[in-house]
């Protein structure tokens, strides 16, 4: 989609602004229930994914909700029974060192799935990292984004006052961001009005700034002063802009976007003033609409736990295929679920939905391709992969398999006897990839079907390795943790690598494709009587 198109605003929508402007906040003190907040814990199917920028799972990530906490492991997801909800809402922490700690939320479900990207601080093209003296003014400025910091002006803690080096990150969060969805506080763009009536936001950009001393400890503006914020107009969104839009600041205790003062159009900018650091966001309130619907498959199956992305804010889908997402009024959206959420091999499927007015409820259901995978092994024929079974124990010569992400990912390690082992595994979501005696390639699926499996199968005894041209043994390597040994071998002139570890495909590594396969996560130490089951696969 174009970015010039991601964001279609109707004349509605700018006179709805104007509209909300006249029952605006006055001042810059966020609206925020002095009530203490009550976390109440709740049975919800609760799992989900943490990535980093670049899209890769990212491990050692601590979880929390409410007073439950776990940290990720190398593949990035995390799992509970119960959540930590406030007002309806289920809230996530995630907290890594070295990145932008992010609270997720949403209005709580039997079962939620939730996608979390965590940013790296340090200097990039959306995040600042610097340090300066407190007693003197600077500006902190990141991907056109703006803040002016008062001197002397920050205070500890406790509200004494501070003096000395600040360290200060800074992040810009652009609209059109390909992750915004995820990236963002919150997740479905709710909010509470200065009135403390309810909202939908339709976000022109945020920024979240943190200031601690050399030790970590937190800094803030003292009371009386502010920081004055300059926001750029997103890509797309040049077209009438509003002349105001209000400020909100995200209330990490409630997990909900709440009303902080008024950004100015000034030129090509948007400047406005807040009265403390966090997460701010430059949003033109509206009603709010619901889309929901249901995922299936061209036999009418529900899919389950893949993603649908509407504009701005996005949802998996349960078990049941069943996604809901809330959006602005008057304000037409595309529903989409893309080819890298569902297969890499299907095309992409959308539907534009028009806008509708404020409580309005709209069901869009979306088909998929099945994810039926024809492929080639080694012998030439067809093998086709629809439904399976296994029985997979801890020892002898059955399987030793691995789950993750609801059974989507299968690592299966079959041995057939003495002299040949072979390695097969299955990702749903991935390309398909074949190892074997005279090589590696790539297998597509046949058009108008969709890569449901990756297949990677290495079969390595003795005799095969002589049989494969310039087969030679490298230096042991570690790949996820694990010593393995690697091994190179030529196709046409080029050289490929490999590298097993305990009969596990650990990495293949082509030389026109670099990486295409290498493990996150090795998991066999399970003790052997969990291993006496049988599961379908597919």
Known sequence: MQTRTKFRFLAALIMAATLFASCEKEGNDPVIDEKPVDVVMQDVALTGTVYDTDGNPLGGVLVATGSLSATTGSDGKFAFDKAGTVDRRALIRFTKSGYFTLTRSGV??????????????????????????????????????????????????????????????????DPNAGDFAEAMPGGDLAAIRSDNSETQLLSYGMTEITLTDNTGNPLQLQDGTSSELTFPIPAGMENNPPATIPLWSFDEERGIWVEEGTATLQGNVYVGSVTHFSWHNLDVPTERVTIKGKVTDCENKPVSYVKVTVEQTAAVTNSKGEYSVFVPANTPVTVTVKSKDYSNYSPEVSHNVPGKQGGAVVTQDLSLPCRNQETEPGDGSVFSV?????????????????????????????????????????????????????????????????????????????????????????????????????????????????????????????????????????????????????????
Not at 125 to 140: C, G, M, P, R, Y
Not at 149 to 164: H, Q
Not at 438 to 448: L, Q, T, V
């Open 108 to 173: 709580k479900e039997d079962e939620m799935t939730i996608h979390a990207v965590l940013k790296r601080k340090g200097n990039t093209d959306a995040s600042l990292q610097t340090s300066f003296n407190a007693s003197e003014a600077q500006t902190l400025s990141v991907g056109g984004m703006k803040a002016q910091i008062p001197a002397s002006a920050l205070v500890k803690a406790d509200g004494s006052p501070y003096s000395g080096s600040v360290n200060a990150d800074m992040f810009y969060l």
């Open 386 to 538: 629809d439904k399976a079974s296994v029985t997979y124990l801890m020892s002898g010569t059955e399987a030793i398999i691995t789950f993750d992400n609801f059974g989507k990912r299968v690592r299966w390690d079959m041995n057939y006897g003495a002299e040949d082992h072979s390695v097969i595994i299955f990702d749903e979501l991935t390309k398909t990839y074949t190892l074997g005696v005279s090589g590696m390639w790539i297998d597509y699926p046949y058009e108008g079907t969709s890569a449901g499996v990756l297949f990677a199968g290495f079969i390595y005894n003795e005799a095969i390795y002589a049989n494969i041209p310039g087969f030679a043994a490298l230096p042991n390597e570690t790949i996820a943790g694990k010593s393995c040994q690697v091994f190179s071998y030529t196709e046409n002139g080029c050289t490929n690598k490999i590298g097993t570890w305990n009969g596990l495909l650990m990495l293949a590594e082509d030389c026109e494709e670099g990486v295409v396969m290498i493990a996150t996560a090795v998991s066999l130490d399970i003790p052997a009587n969990a291993f006496t089951k049988t599961m379908d696969i597919f």
